[in-house]
């Protein structure tokens, strides 16, 4: 089976919570933080595991699909300790947005015209405020979209629905 992941930063892999998720709510315990361009960043570093792992799986992809866009890459990644340096980064006129025609829908789109993967997993906190992103995702066979709490980002939970998908 052919997957891509496409991937979130914010509210996903990064934790917005003011203080640290909870491990009740996460799974997660090991939580860090640093500032990194220019912004406070807090990740768990299971959840940087789990991504390193799924990452080598076979046929499995992830690419970057974030308002970070080549940041995520170049300097998030190295950072935090994930190995997305080479994933391929989604990109698009973050401006031109006005509540219709969001970017990150139109590159998600593009991208799996182009590659026909037969799973397409995305992982954004704002899919879930995207009227249109929604009915793409509920009406789109071989789409798997994950939401999370952007004050928790993606949880063990997650994961581990996710893994599943892919045995």
Do not use: C
């Amino acid at each position: 089976m052919n997957t891509i992941i496409y991937l979130d930063v914010d509210g996903v892999i990064n934790a917005i919570r003011n203080g640290t998720p909870s491990q009740k709510r996460t799974g997660f315990t090991d939580f860090k933080r640093a500032n990194i361009n220019g912004y406070q960043i807090q990740w768990a570093q299971e959840l940087i595991d789990h991504l390193n792992a799924l990452a080598t799986r076979d046929g499995v992809t992830i690419k970057w699909l974030t308002t970070w866009e080549h940041d995520a890459a170049q300097t998030l990644s190295p950072q935090i300790g994930l190995n997305g340096q080479n994933w391929e980064v989604l990109t698009g006129d973050q401006h031109a947005w006005q509540g219709r025609d969001w970017w990150k829908l139109k590159a998600i789109q593009a991208d799996t015209a182009t590659h026909k993967p037969d799973l397409a997993i995305w992982i954004d906190d704002d899919i879930r405020l995207e009227r249109e992103a929604m009915m793409w995702t509920l009406t789109t066979e071989g789409v798997m979209v994950f939401s999370p709490d952007p004050q928790d980002g993606l949880t063990q939970d997650d994961i581990n629905t996710l893994t599943a998908e892919l045995n």
